[in-house]
C-alpha cells in the first residue's frame, strides 16, 4: 500500500488540524474539568464534512474513503480525544449503521441532517448485563397490532445517549432465535417512552457524553425498522469492523498527540545541566514510542485501505484496533513519566491524554475481545 498522501489527503488533514488548534485546543481543559459535552461544535464540524465524513455525497456527506476517514480522526483525536470520539461514534455507529442498512426512504429522512451537523447519532447495543457478550442483551422490541414495536428495557454506557436525536437501537424480537433474533430500529429523541437514564462521571474522555439510556414502553412505527428484522446484530457486527478502523485511528491520534507533548518537554527540561531529550534512557523511549506509532498507523490505514477496496475487514480491524490501543496506552503512560511530577498535574496535557487512552482498549470491543476475534479467524480449522 502506498503511504503517501494524495495533495487533497494533506489539505484535508491540514485544515482538521488547523480546526482543532484553534477551534478545539484553547477549551481542552475546561471541557474535560467540567465534563462538557461540546455540542456546540456541531455546526463547524457539519461545515467540515465531519459529521458525514464517509457518506455519499449524493446522500449529503462528504463522500470520503476509509483513510481518509481515519486522518480525520486522527487530527481531532491528536488535539482531543473526547472530540474525536464524538465524531468517530457519530460517524462509525449510528450514522454508518443508518447509511449501511437504511432503506432509502430512510436515509433520506435522517441522513442528510446527520451527515451535515444538523441531528446528532448515538448507536445502543451495550446493557448493563450485556457488554462482551452483546448477544445476550435483555431489551426487547415486541411488534404491535397496528405493524409499529414496543422497546422495553435498558441500554448502558451509550454516547450520546443524552444528546442525541436520532439513536440507533439493537433490541431482541424474537428470543428463540438468539442472535438472529435481534433487530435494529431508529428512535427520534423526544418519542414517548424513550428515557435518557444517568450520565456517568468519567476517569476519561470526560467531554465525551456517554449515558444509561431507557425504553419504558416506547413505541416505533414499523417503517423505523431499520435492516431485515432478526439481522439487527449481524448488521451491528459489520458496522464494529469498519467502528473498529475508527477507535484505532483515534488511539493513533491520542498517541501522536501525547508523544508530542512528551518529546517537547524532554527537549526543554533542563536536569543535571542538560534537556533531558540528551540522555539514553529518555531517547530510547521516544524512539520506541515513534515506531509504535507509526506502526499502529499502518496497521489501522492497511485495514482502512482494504475497506475502501471493498473487502470485509473483521480480521485487519480487530488488529488494528488491538495494536493501536494497547500502542496508544503505552505511549501515553510514557508521556507521563517523562513529564516527571509535572506528567501527574493538570498544567500538562500528558495526564489528561494518560487518563482518555484507556478507553481504547474497551469501547467497541476490549482488547481481549479483538484477541477472541483474530484468533477466531488465524485458528479456524
Ligand atoms: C466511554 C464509553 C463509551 C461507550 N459507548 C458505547 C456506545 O456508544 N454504544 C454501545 O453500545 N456501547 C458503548 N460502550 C460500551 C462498551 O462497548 C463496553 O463497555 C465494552 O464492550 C465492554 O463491555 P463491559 O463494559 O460490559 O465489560 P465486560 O464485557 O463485563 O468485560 C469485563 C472484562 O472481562 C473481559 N472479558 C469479557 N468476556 C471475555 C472473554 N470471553 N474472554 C476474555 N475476557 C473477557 C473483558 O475483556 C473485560 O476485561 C461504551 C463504553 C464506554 C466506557
Redesign the pocket.
Known amino acids: 500500500m502506498d503511504v503517501r498522501l494524495t495533495d487533497q489527503q494533506a489539505l484535508l488533514r491540514q485544515s482538521v488540524r488547523e480546526f482543532a488548534e484553534h477551534e478545539i485546543r484553547p477549551h481542552v481543559r475546561d471541557w474535560d474539568a467540567r465534563q462538557h459535552f461540546p455540542r456546540e461544535l456541531l455546526p463547524s464540524l457539519g461545515a467540515l464534512g465531519l459529521m458525514g465524513i464517509q457518506v455519499a455525497e449524493s446522500r449529503g456527506g462528504a463522500g470520503l474513503s476509509a483513510v481518509e476517514y481515519c486522518l480525520c480522526i486522527e487530527e481531532l483525536a491528536r488535539v482531543d480525544p473526547s472530540v474525536a470520539?464524538m465524531v468517530a461514534?457519530h460517524n462509525g455507529?449510528g450514522t454508518a449503521h443508518l447509511a449501511m442498512f437504511g432503506t432509502d426512504a430512510q436515509c433520506g429522512r435522517w441522513l442528510a441532517d446527520l451527515a451535515q451537523g444538523r441531528r446528532l447519532a448515538?448507536?445502543?447495543?451495550?446493557e448493563a448485563g450485556?457488554?462482551?457478550?452483546?448477544g445476550a442483551m435483555r431489551t426487547t422490541a415486541t411488534r404491535e397490532s397496528d405493524g409499529g414495536w414496543r422497546l422495553d428495557g435498558a441500554?448502558?454506557?451509550?454516547?450520546?445517549g443524552h444528546s442525541a436525536d436520532v439513536l440507533v437501537v439493537v433490541a431482541v424480537t424474537d428470543a428463540t432465535k438468539g442472535t438472529r433474533g435481534m433487530s435494529a430500529f431508529v428512535i427520534e429523541q423526544g418519542t414517548p417512552g424513550l428515557q435518557p437514564g444517568r450520565k456517568?462521571d468519567?476517569l476519561g474522555?470526560r467531554a465525551?457524553e456517554?449515558s444509561e439510556v431507557r425504553f419504558d414502553g416506547c413505541r416505533v412505527p414499523g417503517s423505523h425498522l431499520l435492516g431485515r428484522e432478526g439481522l439487527g446484530f449481524v448488521n451491528a457486527l459489520q458496522v464494529l469492523d469498519a467502528g473498529r478502523i475508527g477507535i484505532a485511528a483515534l488511539a493513533v491520534g491520542l498517541a501522536q498527540g501525547a508523544y508530542e507533548a512528551a518529546r517537547a518537554y524532554a527537549l526543554s527540561r533542563t536536569q543535571f545541566g542538560r534537556p533531558i531529550a540528551r540522555f539514553q534512557a529518555i531517547r530510547a523511549t521516544l524512539v520506541d514510542d515513534a515506531v509504535r506509532i507509526q506502526t499502529a498507523r499502518l496497521l489501522t490505514w492497511r485495514a482502512a485501505a482494504l475497506k475502501d477496496a471493498g473487502h470485509r475487514t473483521s480480521l485487519e480491524s480487530s488488529m488494528a484496533k488491538l495494536h493501536a490501543s494497547e500502542a496508544a496506552v503505552q505511549v501515553a503512560e510514557h508521556g507521563v513519566q517523562i513529564h516527571g511530577g509535572y506528567g501527574f498535574v493538570k498544567d500538562y496535557p500528558a495526564e489528561k491524554f494518560f487518563r482518555d487512552v484507556k478507553?481504547t482498549t474497551?469501547?467497541?470491543?476490549?482488547?481481549?475481545?479483538q484477541r477472541?476475534v483474530i484468533a477466531r479467524q488465524l485458528l479456524a480449522s
Open positions: 470520539l461514534a455507529l448515538a448507536w445502543a447495543l451495550t450485556s457488554g462482551s457478550d452483546a441500554k448502558q454506557f451509550i454516547t450520546h456517568e468519567k474522555m465525551s456517554t478507553l474497551i469501547g467497541e470491543g476490549t482488547s481481549e475481545i477472541l
